[in-house]
């Protein structure tokens, strides 16, 4: 936001003259001090309009800057105002219903949460961890409509996603999926969700405060972690209750999915990147089924310090390497294709695999039987194979 302020100076001018006769008379006469002070009165009086003109205009000016603030202020409201006008229709409430026992004791244990409507027949993407352990699980649309016969087709324990589907409709309204990897760090964003559980469709608006954040998320008491990485950081207000929902741009596109919130900071929160869940989507969409592409290998992301700590020569890549158990899966077609425990995916099909690109990120965008185009640096050389993507195995 600019501001255009102007200057403004006025400088007065004037002239002054005199006459002479060939007989002084002491009436029509004026002495030199009586026109030197007429001059200077003028001047005054010109030097304090001139004085009092420039003040009056600042004065205008200030409030002219301040209106435009107001109106830029006043035309960013009505912005997210029409986005989550835009939005809301595709944007759910789930409710959940678990199983829970307190030493001897069994009940029933209420859940909450939001998901994205992702196509008129029924289809719904959420958090894992909204639907996980569900024994019973309802959708309500923006417009209070209630469905129980709720089907969940399937779960992806490494970017915490769940898709669901609403069983006997046609005419959802779904959301407009847009591109996370155009995200900038200080773009405006807006967040829609079920905030706390209680406050259906609640709009909080703010900026993407980073890119590419590696975090460990728990429920309450630290049960459940699991590993998310490549993740859009927000100070946009997530509450419980907005997992599973949409953060979108100023155009109404969905570019994450909201699902963690730090609990021992104000205005950190982290959105899964639409682009880490674009392949499901579509997978979902045409089969009705969760499949996910299987290269087989454990990895971890390349930093200057893991580079420098493991002596490699490059600083950027998935570098294949496992704490536990083999680095490459037996049979995988990673392991097909000749990758081994120490070589570093640097691309596939072509781009570049580093902090803002991960390998999760380039498997999740391809889909089981995919040819990949997988460049690795093994012993300092560069290498290319062909790998033919496997489905994930069933955890």
């Not at 880490?276 to 989507?281: E, R, S, Y």
């Not at 498997?363 to 194979?385: C, I, N």
Request: proline share 4%.
């Amino acid at each position: 936001m600019a501001d255009a302020t102007k200057d403004i100076k006025i400088t007065p001018e004037g002239k002054s003259g005199g006459a002479t006769g060939s007989a002084p008379h002491p009436q029509g006469s004026r002495s030199p001090g009586l026109r030197l002070t007429a001059l200077g009165f003028f001047c005054f009086v010109f030097g304090f309009l001139g004085a009092w003109v420039a003040l009056a205009s600042g004065v205008v000016e200030q409030q002219t800057t301040i209106t435009e603030k107001r109106n830029i202020v006043s035309q960013e409201g009505d912005v997210v105002a029409e986005v989550a006008k835009q939005v809301s229709p595709s944007v759910v409430s789930i409710v959940t219903e678990s199983s829970a026992s307190l030493g001897y004791r069994s009940y029933t244990q209420e859940g909450a949460g939001t998901g994205i409507v992702i196509s008129k027949d029924g289809y719904v993407i959420t958090n894992r961890h909204v639907v996980n352990g569900a024994s019973t699980v309802e959708v309500v649309l923006a417009d209070g409509t209630t469905y129980e016969d709720v089907e969940l087709i399937g779960t992806d324990t490494v970017n915490d996603l769940a898709f669901l589907k609403i069983k006997g409709v046609d005419s959802l309204v779904p959301a407009v999926i847009g591109d996370s990897s155009s995200v900038e760090v200080g773009q405006k964003v807006i967040a829609i969700g079920n905030a706390l559980g209680q406050y259906q469709t609640s709009v909080t608006s703010g900026i993407v405060s980073g890119l590419g954040r590696p975090i460990i998320a728990g429920g309450e008491g630290g049960q459940d972690t699991e590993s998310l990485s490549n993740l859009l950081q927000t100070d946009a207000a997530i509450n419980p209750g907005n997992s599973g929902g949409p953060l979108v741009n100023l155009r109404g596109e969905v570019i994450g999915i909201n699902t963690a919130i730090d609990q021992d900071a104000q205005g950190i929160g982290f959105a899964i990147p639409i682009n880490d869940a674009k392949g499901l989507i579509r997978s979902v969409k045409k089969s009705g089924e969760l499949k996910r592409a299987f290269l087989g290998v454990s990895h971890v992301m390349l930093t200057p310090e893991i580079a420098k700590y493991h002596k490699l020569s490059i600083s950027q890549g998935a570098y294949i390497v496992s704490d536990s158990g083999p680095a490459v899966s037996s049979d995988s077609p990673a392991e097909q294709a000749g990758l081994r425990s120490g070589d570093v995916i640097t691309k596939v099909n072509g781009e570049k695999i580093n902090s803002t690109n991960p390998l999760l990120s380039a498997m999740s965008q391809l889909k089981p039987g995919d040819t990949a185009s997988v460049t690795y640096v093994r012993d300092s050389k560069e290498k290319t194979v062909d790998v033919v993507l496997a489905n994930y195995p069933a955890s």
